[in-house]
């Protein structure tokens, strides 16, 4: 059987996400210029191909942060449009939960820790 929440235990966890995604989004900033920097201090080969391996990885962690954002986003205006429709007697009543997403964000974070491990190592070895 599925977890049932309340809306506003949705909303806040919704809210919690959106705010870790802004987080990593400003990692991958920091990333992307670390990796800009590497490429211009040490343009050897083999430092190309990892810098242009990272460089696929940002792009790929940062369109992973935009289908996140737009899920928790529609999820977030499907409760909305509940609200409306049954307006204030809402605040009790429990919604599906929304363990998908739970589990979208679990997986993204566990690969963005296994990316900055990597990637700190590879600075560690190239600068």
Known sequence: MEN???ISQ???EHKEWLNKLLFY???L?????????VAKKKPEKE????????????????EQIDILNHDIKSHEAYLHTAVEKKGADIGTENF?????????????E????ELREE??????KSM
Do not use: C, P, W, Y
């Not at 696929?56 to 962690?61: A, D, H, K, W």
């Open 4 to 6: 049932q929440n309340t």
């Open 10 to 12: 949705l909303h806040k």
């Open 25 to 27: 989004r400003d990692e």
């Open 29 to 37: 900033s920091i990333m992307d210029g670390r990796i800009l920097e």
């Open 47 to 62: 430092v190309m191909v990892m810098v242009e391996h990272f460089q696929n990885q940002v792009i790929i962690q940062n």
């Open 96 to 108: 599906s939960d929304h363990q998908k997403h739970r589990e979208s964000i679990a997986v993204f």
């Open 110 to 113: 566990k690969i963005f820790r």
């Open 119 to 124: 990637f700190i190592g590879f600075l560690a």
